[in-house]
């Protein structure tokens, strides 16, 4: 792999060449001044000036070292190199510069080439009397590559990437990202540098985290925390075992401003990019979304590495608290819990306080006292701990002589009530805002209050950013000890809380200011339970509660709330009970579905026990099965089978889902016997969008042990498909099933005892998610011969080729052991008898083309062997007609030569008759390469009533025999005097006469293959496929009940319908669009987004643009919102954004606008 200095020079110096920077004056000398500091820096010569600014035209050199008697020429000449370096250059030197003292001469080919190779340095010193060089970029880039010192080798790269790149415009723009050691923190009751201490175990994983980022062994690592943990002050001590060339950056996501500034976040990243540099990002977790951003950025760049500080979950803003975890999933982490050795962490901070007051205050007795005591003095809590040693040190030096553990909560709050002087504060105003943020909810600002906020904004009590109405302290633990304070100080009870709660809710209008969730779900989750009473006993709650129901609430929300509602349903009055209840009922109405995404059975249940209590009818949320869609319903595989149906309508699939609860869905998969049967149900519930919101409730409550003992009684094989059909569903939805299954199951895998195939696919099937293990079977089955037995006791020879090709796909390491293993057994006695007594052609085929192609490494003298005996046993077969659709008989000469010998209009008529039309694909494939004016002249004399009959194959719809008979046309065309055009013709006409005639049948035909048809017989014959289709494609436009639209496939149709005809019906296309138009932006929301591109697409591409543009316009909240859950996707660049940029020519240019914000 080339180094960046390799690329960034070799770049340069192709720019050179293709540009002629040395035949432009200014631009080679700046070239000349970039070599010039490129010498300096591998080098060391730093007296090195360039001549052609104060000699002009100095002869023979263009760099100078007046120091070391340096003289350097730089040439871009590729031709005449020895008179270049001896007229041009050496001999110039010597006549032009005598009075310089020059005792090295250094000629410097910006580009290699293989006539340098000739010239000797030593030959050219000695005929020349002094030391003569010649250089070039990659002998530079080779020097550059003998640099010991890591810091230098950084050093150069980042200055020759800053030179070459026009995007370099250094530091100076660089001010959202802040240099780590600029970080201004107050330190007034943070533990002090020189009191902060790490347990061994810290230690220790400081100095691993770094070492990863050191060694270059990771790109990103982030560290998982509590509030107020302790994260920041681990990740200095990180940045601080770092090597010292990296220069490292923060940025606080937790600034809303960010939000508006993403464009210039990503410029500053460029420059940043220029450097080594480490990008640390803090508060993850207040910012998810633009972290997401951020690290796909971070992540393009080769220089940038990054380090990402988060609590373990966001308690309100993400789905669940699984949330910000599934966020780091692929990132290195570490959970910092400083609870582990806490007592370790406690003591040792205390003991180095208590050093650095016996050195500074040596006047003063500091005795701790009983350890526990100070523990529960400070809650465990950091931050308190602080607090503590700073009343202790005010205390004593005020002669009150304390211990450590003397210093009680009483001490506590009034000392810090005093340093803070929260007297000057509205005492009811902080007590409020501090007990909110205690539990994580920010907060407004009161009306009429602007003078107080100020002041406690100036004193850094609470802050703001500009973008926010929102208002904040520094840490959760600090408001915490406010509000503490306050209680203690001012003798505040739940009673003060709760006016000044309803108080402030008064204040406010509109839910969407106060985010009333948020409250009651912070405040409940911290066990806040009698306040949580006095609010939802409030009208203006219930009020605000039902304004976000009707407006934008999230599933999460409606569970929680719903919890909170079932657990305080006692000590709400009755009005109240009656009026939360079909709050919900409306919601699950509509969002049935959701039901399944909670974690436990507890939203159905509740909902249930809150109606018994009611005395009310729960409703028709779940549905029932309609008869014609019902199976055994005891039967789960057959209602996922219905679900996995490629023609099971959204409708449908919603009905099923429906027609059980969350808690009858898991048990009926639990129920199944085998492993085997429940991973095929689970897959068949992977295919619909609406279904994966079923599979990943069922995923979450899935008992592992329970499967494992059902895995037990199966085969290897079947456990192999089982793990895989698990991966897929863990890359859908971001699980991770499978790979907790494959650690229980590994043990009790026994790949001998199996046959070839079984092996095979085995490991195969677990080769993406579990090579090592793979590996170690595979070397065991090596080792001890399995294999070779395996191998020996294979009889059936095209399944032996299937599995060696299957095979050598699967091994990545060991492949030379696997092709000794090969070898040994082509040129045994029991494989050559097996060989030698193969009947079946199509077997003798396949491995022919195994031998010949030879991917598994056969060994020349074997492989002509085996070619040798497998073709002699090929020709002496008798082969049925039904080989020449086999394109592998094409690998042989003298097949061929049978085969062009038989080619005659009876040898169609014999393949055709009674066999479906689409057999002529394969057919005339290995036909027309065998002799193609032979073939079209058999298919012209053919049958034309047995062809036709052929395409009437019950089994086989209009589409696909028009399909197969357009591609013939196609295939047998070679000019105008050689084809079969009339014939095709004849046999199209005769086919749709008979078609049109079947009523019912042709009745029956979706529309979507009616437009394949249509568009199949316009290719084959104009006129033909007019008469027949043209009125009866007018009246079906017109019908509003048309079913099965898939965009993709119907768009592509039309499109090229519209080609065909000439734009003949576009007004009746038009009008069609515009009728289903709301099918279509349904339809968008349950497809495929690349699907949906792909239609629109087809559109975009003829005379019907304007609406695929309108389509994408109005379906843009979707559209949006599917790439959203694409994020990191290759599809997204490879497809989806070059589509829409296609279709979007009008209204629609906004989601380009918008997609490129967000990137």
């Known amino acids: 792999m080339n180094s960046s200095i390799e690329n960034n020079l070799l770049e340069y110096v192709r720019k050179i060449d293709n540009e002629g920077v040395f035949n432009k004056h200014d631009e080679k000398l700046i070239a000349e001044d970039f070599f010039m500091r490129l010498f300096e820096l591998i080098y060391g010569w730093k007296s090195l000036v360039n001549l052609n600014y104060t000699e002009k035209n100095a002869e023979g050199i263009d760099l100078y070292d007046i120091k070391n008697g340096i003289a350097i020429q730089i040439t871009a000449i590729q031709s005449n190199e020895r008179n270049k370096i001896e007229k041009d250059t050496i001999e110039k030197i010597i006549r032009y510069h005598k009075a310089k003292k020059i005792n090295q001469i250094i000629c410097f080919f910006i580009r290699d080439n293989k006539a340098l190779k000739k010239f000797s340095d030593v030959e ?219 007592e370790e962490k406690v003591s040792g901070i205390i003991d180095n306080r208590v050093y650095q007051l016996k050195k500074e205050f040596s006047d003063f007795a500091w005795y701790k006292g009983d350890f526990k005591t100070i523990l529960k003095n400070t809650d465990s809590n950091l931050l308190k701990l602080n607090i503590t040693i700073e009343t202790w040190i005010s205390s004593n030096k005020k002669g009150k002589n304390l211990k450590l553990d003397q210093v009680n909560n009483d001490n506590i709050y009034s000392y810090f009530f005093d340093a803070h002087k929260l007297n000057e504060f509205n005492t009811e105003l902080l007590f409020l805002y501090s007990y909110l943020f205690s539990h994580d909810i920010s907060f407004l600002r009161v009306k009429g209050k602007n003078e107080e906020f100020a002041k406690l904004k100036e004193k850094g009590i609470i802050i703001n950013y500009t973008t926010s109405d929102y208002y904040y302290f520094p840490h959760k633990d600090y408001a915490s000890l406010i509000h503490q304070t306050l209680t203690k100080e001012k003798d505040l009870e739940t009673k003060d809380l709760i006016r000044l709660l309803i108080n402030y809710l008064d204040n406010y209008k509109t839910e969407s200011e106060l985010n009333i969730t948020e409250i009651v779900i912070k405040l409940y989750e911290s066990g806040q339970f009698k306040i949580i009473k006095a609010l939802l006993n409030e009208a203006k709650v219930i009020e605000l509660i039902s304004i976000k129901f009707d407006s934008n609430i999230r599933n999460y929300e409606v569970f929680e709330l719903q919890k909170i509602f079932f657990h305080s349903f006692d000590m709400l009055n009755n009005k109240n009970q009656s009026a939360y209840y079909p709050l919900f009922i409306k919601y699950y109405s509509k969002h049935k579905l959701e039901l399944y995404i909670s974690k436990d059975y507890s939203v159905y249940c509740n909902l249930l026990q809150i109606a018994n209590q009611l005395n009310i009818e729960l409703g028709n949320i779940i549905k029932s099965l309609r008869t014609n869609e019902r199976a055994n319903t005891n039967a789960i595989s057959e209602l996922t089978m219905r679900i996995s149906k490629k023609k099971a309508t959204p409708e449908t699939v919603n009905r099923i889902l429906n027609s059980f609860h969350f808690p009858e869905w898991l048990s009926m998969i639990e129920k199944l016997p085998t492993l085997s049967r429940i991973t095929n149900s689970l897959s068949e519930l992977n295919t619909s969008p609406l279904s994966k919101k079923l599979l990943l409730g069922i995923i979450r409550h899935l008992n592992i042990e329970e499967l494992v003992k059902k895995g037990n009684k199966l085969k290897t094989v079947q456990i192999g498909k089982s793990i895989r059909e698990l991966e897929k569903i863990d890359i859908a939805l971001g699980t991770t099933i499978a790979k907790k299954l494959l650690d229980q199951l590994s043990l009790n895998l026994n790949t001998s005892d199996t046959n070839l195939s079984d092996f095979a696919k085995s490991l195969s099937d677990l080769s993406s998610i579990a090579p090592d293990l793979v590996n170690l079977e595979l070397k065991k089955s090596f080792d001890n011969g399995i294999f070779y037995k395996l191998l020996e006791n294979e009889q059936s020879l095209s399944n032996l080729s299937a599995r060696l090709l299957e095979l050598n796909t699967t091994i990545i390491s060991d492949k030379e052991i696997f092709y000794e293993i090969i070898n040994r057994f082509l040129i045994s006695s029991s494989f050559n008898k097996l060989l030698q007594s193969e009947q079946n052609i199509y077997s003798l085929l396949i491995f022919y083309e195994l031998v010949k192609k030879n991917e598994i490494g056969i060994k020349e003298f074997t492989q002509d062997e085996l070619l040798d005996i497998s073709k002699k046993q090929i020709l002496n077969i008798d082969f049925d007609v039904v080989i020449l659709s086999n394109p592998k008989v094409l690998n042989i000469q003298e097949l061929k030569e049978k085969v062009k010998n038989k080619i005659s209009p009876e040898l169609l008529n014999k393949v055709l008759e009674g066999s479906k039309f689409t057999v002529m694909e394969s057919l005339f494939l290995v036909l027309t390469r065998v002799d193609k004016e032979k073939t079209i002249n058999a298919l012209n004399m053919a049958d034309l009533n047995i062809l036709c009959n052929s395409m009437c194959h019950k089994e086989l719809n209009i589409s696909q025999s028009t399909e197969v008979l357009n591609k013939t046309k196609n295939k047998t065309f070679v000019n105008d005097n050689l084809n079969s055009n009339l014939f095709c013709s004849n046999l199209l006409d005769k086919y749709l006469t008979i078609q049109r005639a079947d009523e019912y049948q042709y009745g029956r035909l979706n529309f979507g293959d009616y437009l394949k048809a249509f568009d199949y017989s316009l290719k084959i014959d104009f006129k033909i496929a007019i008469k027949h289709f043209e009125n009866d494609f007018l009246k079906k436009l017109k019908i509003s009940n048309n079913k099965n639209l898939t965009i993709s496939s119907l768009f592509q149709s039309l499109r090229r319908i519209e080609e065909l005809t000439g734009s003949k019906y576009n007004k009746e296309i038009r009008e069609f669009l515009k009728l289903y138009k709301p099918k279509f932006l349904n339809g968008i929301k349950n497809e495929n987004l690349a699907k949906t591109t792909s239609g629109l697409v087809e559109l975009s591409k003829c005379d019907l643009k304007d609406f695929a543009d309108e389509i994408l316009y109005d379906s843009k909240n979707i559209v949006l919102s599917k790439i959203k859950q694409l994020n990191g996707d290759k599809i997204l660049k490879a497809k989806i954004y070059p589509d829409i940029e296609k279709i979007a020519i009008g209204k629609a240019k906004i989601i380009l606008t918008e997609i490129k914000n967000n990137r």
């Open 124 to 342: 050219l010193s000695e005929k020349y009397s002094r030391k003569i060089i010649i250089k070039t970029t990659r002998q530079i880039i080779g020097d550059f590559q003998k640099i010991i010192s890591p810091e230098k080798r950084k050093k150069i790269e980042e200055i020759v990437k800053q030179e070459l790149s026009p995007e370099f415009n250094g530091l100076s723009n660089v001010s959202s990202f802040i240099p780590f050691d600029k970080i201004i923190t107050s330190t007034e009751y943070i533990t002090p540098e020189n009191a902060i201490y790490f347990s061994e175990f810290e230690k220790k994983k400081i100095k691993e985290i770094a070492s990863l980022f050191n060694k270059n062994k990771t790109k990103e690592y982030s560290i998982l925390g509590n509030p107020c943990s302790g994260k920041s002050t681990f990740t200095k001590a990180i940045v601080r075992n770092l090597i010292p060339y990296y220069k490292t950056y923060i940025l606080d996501l937790s600034n809303p401003d960010l939000n508006y500034s993403k464009r210039d976040l990503m410029m500053e990243l460029n420059q940043l990019s220029f450097y080594h540099s480490i990008i640390i990002l803090e508060n993850v977790h207040d910012n998810v979304k633009l972290f997401k951003e951020l690290r796909q950025k971070i992540t393009s760049f080769e220089w940038i590495k990054g380090i990402y500080i988060s609590r373990y979950y966001n308690s309100f803003r993400e789905e669940d608290k699984n949330s910000i975890l599934n966020v780091f999933k692929d990132i290195y982490q570490f959970r910092y819990n400083p609870d582990f050795e806490f």
